[in-house]
């Protein structure tokens, strides 16, 4: 392992080897113990802290998804291309499911909360099909709408709600999740409904239309509390902005030893990159929709609020390289992080408002309100360039999964006390 330097947020940090990826397919079990990673057709099951293979189980063809069940003991693969989804259990290496949809084929499948019922929705949106892993029963639920967010479970798993679109018209249905039986059927009075999701309580459901702007609503009252704007030109003086901007590394390195250790070689002999605090007003790189395509990328396309509900992060798709932070209990904006690159992913740590972030290139950006640090991956007689497009946090929130086109690492971080 090879270690990096890191300071505010981050903490010192240490970085696995590459392991081989395809399709970006690399997720943490939910109870922390597993890694589950892909190579074409092949499930590859590590032990988080050891990174020792314990299963390897082949798929029929190339995996395009996987998912984890709520318990940790099974896990899904979806061949889209083929109609089938395989199920491995992590307890009985040789039992195995494989569901065929056959003719009807197969564009999205995912697992019940309770772990043992798999949704599968078929080609052209048809219809869902609910298979029961322990008795092998079969329910369909018909015309369920092909949109962002068209399935929510309340979060203690008993309900499920289903966005539909019949006779040009949104709907949605509730069904019991214990027998799948259909509990409500309303029109929603939109018009092109784009997602569903419930409230934590599991008594309201919130369903929003295609979504340009970032509305904050009172989930009790469901009144509109505020607008956040993303100006392609900031002049609001309250808010910080954080510019990445690239330095070069021959003043650096006269602090160090000669020959310098292998891992600080590959740290800091190649582009290293920091933050400054810029000025306002500030003008952010905008790119114009592109009117004459279809579906042309605009408006907010990425949002994710903290594990504490205090800080909101969004990404206007209009100003890609830089990334918005808003104090909820203030309702203002607190940050924003300027990337020299385009934004690819962002995610909260699950235990503390921490953000990390990619924007392809092989540094990991972490932010918290003690400020925002970029840490490169010594990547010194790795496979080529690792070029960082999406990341996903152990749901402790002491590693994360760094994923480019065709590797993995591990990224471990020294545990900062949340203060």
């Given at each position: 392992?090879?270690?990096?330097p890191?300071?505010?947020?981050?903490?010192a940090?240490?970085?696995?080897?590459?392991?081989?990826?395809s399709?970006?397919?690399?997720?943490?079990?939910?109870?922390?113990?597993?890694?589950?990673?892909?190579?074409?057709?092949?499930?590859?099951?590590?032990?988080?802290?050891?990174?020792?293979?314990?299963q390897?189980?082949?798929?029929?063809?190339?995996i395009?998804?996987?998912?984890?069940?709520?318990?940790?003991?099974?896990?899904?693969?979806?061949?889209?291309?083929?109609?089938?989804?395989?199920?491995?259990?992590?307890?009985?290496?040789?039992w195995?499911?494989?569901i065929?949809?056959?003719?009807?084929?197969?564009?999205?499948s995912?697992?019940?909360p309770?772990?043992?019922?798999?949704?599968?929705?078929?080609?052209?949106?048809l219809?869902?099909?609910?298979?029961?892993l322990?008795t092998?029963?079969?329910?369909?639920?018909?015309?369920?709408?092909?949109?962002?967010?068209?399935?929510?479970?309340?979060?203690?798993?008993?309900?499920?709600?289903?966005?539909?679109?019949?006779?040009?018209?949104?709907?949605?249905?509730?069904?019991?999740?214990?027998?799948?039986?259909?509990?409500?059927h309303?029109?929603?009075?939109?018009?092109d409904?784009?997602?569903?999701?419930?409230?934590?309580?599991?008594?309201?459901?919130?369903?929003?239309?295609?979504?340009?702007?970032?509305?904050i609503?009172?989930?009790?009252?469901?009144?509109?509390?505020?607008?956040?704007e993303?100006?392609?030109?900031l002049?609001?003086?309250k808010?910080?902005?954080?510019?990445?901007v690239?330095?070069?590394?021959?003043?650096?390195?006269e602090?160090?030893?000669?020959?310098?250790?292998?891992a600080?070689?590959?740290?800091?002999?190649?582009?290293?990159s920091?933050?400054?605090?810029?000025?306002?007003?500030?003008?952010?790189?905008?790119?114009?929709?592109?009117?004459?395509?279809a579906?042309?990328?605009?408006?907010?396309?990425?949002?994710?609020?903290?594990?504490?509900?205090c800080?909101?992060?969004?990404?206007?798709?209009?100003i890609?390289?830089?990334?918005?932070?808003?104090?909820?209990?203030?309702?203002?904006?607190?940050?924003?992080?300027?990337?020299?690159?385009a934004?690819?992913?962002?995610q909260?740590?699950?235990r503390?408002?921490?953000?990390?972030?990619?924007?392809?290139?092989?540094?990991?950006?972490l932010?918290?309100?003690?400020?925002?640090?970029?840490?490169?991956?010594?990547?010194?007689?790795?496979?080529?360039?690792f070029?960082i497009?999406?990341?996903?946090?152990?749901?402790?929130?002491?590693?994360?999964?760094?994923?480019?086109k065709?590797n993995?690492c591990?990224?471990?971080?020294?545990?900062?006390?949340?203060?």
């Amino acid at each position: 392992m090879g270690a990096a330097p890191g300071a505010g947020p981050g903490g010192a940090m240490d970085f696995s080897e590459l392991f081989k990826l395809s399709g970006l397919l690399g997720r943490f079990s939910p109870d922390g113990k597993c890694l589950a990673s892909c190579v074409q057709y092949r499930l590859i099951i590590r032990d988080v802290n050891t990174l020792q293979i314990l299963q390897l189980y082949t798929c029929l063809d190339q995996i395009q998804y996987i998912e984890w069940s709520s318990d940790s003991l099974f896990i899904l693969c979806a061949m889209y291309k083929r109609g089938i989804v395989q199920v491995w259990s992590l307890e009985q290496p040789d039992w195995h499911c494989k569901i065929d949809e056959g003719s009807a084929g197969l564009v999205a499948s995912c697992w019940s909360p309770d772990g043992r019922h798999i949704l599968n929705t078929t080609e052209f949106h048809l219809r869902i099909t609910v298979w029961s892993l322990c008795t092998k029963s079969v329910s369909y639920i018909k015309y369920p709408k092909a949109c962002q967010q068209g399935i929510a479970f309340t979060k203690d798993g008993r309900y499920m709600a289903v966005a539909e679109r019949r006779d040009c018209k949104d709907f949605v249905s509730l069904f019991v999740c214990s027998n799948w039986q259909l509990l409500r059927h309303f029109d929603t009075e939109t018009q092109d409904l784009f997602g569903i999701e419930w409230a934590p309580n599991g008594c309201v459901l919130a369903v929003w239309d295609t979504c340009l702007e970032v509305r904050i609503l009172n989930h009790v009252t469901w009144k509109k509390i505020t607008e956040f704007e993303h100006p392609a030109t900031l002049s609001n003086t309250k808010a910080i902005v954080y510019k990445e901007v690239e330095k070069s590394p021959s003043v650096e390195t006269e602090r160090f030893s000669f020959p310098p250790t292998r891992a600080l070689a590959s740290s800091v002999f190649s582009t290293q990159s920091k933050y400054d605090i810029s000025q306002v007003p500030v003008s952010f790189q905008y790119v114009k929709p592109v009117a004459d395509r279809a579906n042309p990328k605009m408006g907010i396309g990425m949002l994710a609020f903290s594990p504490d509900n205090c800080f909101l992060a969004t990404k206007n798709d209009n100003i890609p390289n830089a990334v918005w932070i808003w104090d909820i209990q203030k309702l203002k904006l607190f940050v924003v992080l300027e990337q020299l690159c385009a934004i690819q992913s962002f995610q909260w740590d699950p235990r503390q408002p921490r953000l990390a972030l990619c924007t392809g290139n092989s540094k990991v950006y972490l932010w918290s309100p003690a400020g925002c640090v970029s840490v490169q991956v010594p990547t010194e007689g790795k496979e080529g360039d690792f070029q960082i497009v999406s990341l996903c946090w152990h749901p402790s929130g002491d590693s994360m999964a760094l994923l480019s086109k065709d590797n993995l690492c591990v990224c471990y971080l020294g545990r900062e006390e949340v203060k």
